[in-house]
Nanobody, 119 residues
Framework: QVQLVESGGGLVQAGGSLKLSCAAS????????LAWFRQAPGQERDLVAA????????YYADSVKGRFTMSRDIVKNTLFLQMNTLKPDDTAVYYC????????????WGQGTQVTVSA
C-alpha cells in the first residue's frame, strides 16, 4: 500500500517561488517512480516531472525545465518540487503520483494541492 500526501501549495505572484512536498508512506519506495502531475481547469492532467527513487533518474517536461527542480529526503521518504520563476500558466492542482517499476500507469495518487500564480 502506498499513500502520498502533498503539501505546500498556495498563491504566489508571477516570478515567485513555491516548494511542494510529497510524503510517501510505503515500505517499498525504492521500487517506485514518483512524479508530479498538474491539472488546470478544463485541461488534462499533465506530467510535470518524475524521479526513479532507486537511482534518482529524473524527467522534466519542457515547459518547466530550468524552473522546476525535484529533490528528495531519502530518510523521510519525501519528494519535493521547487518551483521558481512561476508563471500564471503554472496555475493548477498539483498531484503527487507513484507507479511501480515496470508499470506504465501511475496507480497511486495524492489528494492534490492548489497552486495559483497571479499576474
Amino acid at each position: 500500500q502506498v499513500q502520498l500526501v502533498e503539501s505546500g501549495g498556495g498563491l504566489v505572484q508571477a516570478g515567485g517561488s513555491l516548494k511542494l512536498s510529497c510524503a510517501a508512506s510505503t515500505r517499498t519506495i525504492s521500487y517506485l517512480t514518483l512524479a508530479w502531475f498538474r491539472q488546470a481547469p478544463g485541461q488534462e492532467r499533465d506530467l510535470v516531472a518524475a524521479i526513479s527513487w532507486s537511482d534518482g533518474t529524473t524527467y522534466y517536461a519542457d515547459s518547466v525545465k530550468g524552473r522546476f527542480t525535484m529533490s528528495r529526503d531519502i530518510v523521510k521518504n519525501t519528494l519535493f518540487l521547487q518551483m521558481n520563476t512561476l508563471k500564471p500558466d503554472d496555475t493548477a492542482v498539483y498531484y503527487c503520483a507513484g507507479k511501480r517499476r515496470g508499470s506504465t500507469a501511475y496507480d497511486y495518487w495524492g489528494q492534490g494541492t492548489q497552486v495559483t500564480v497571479s499576474a
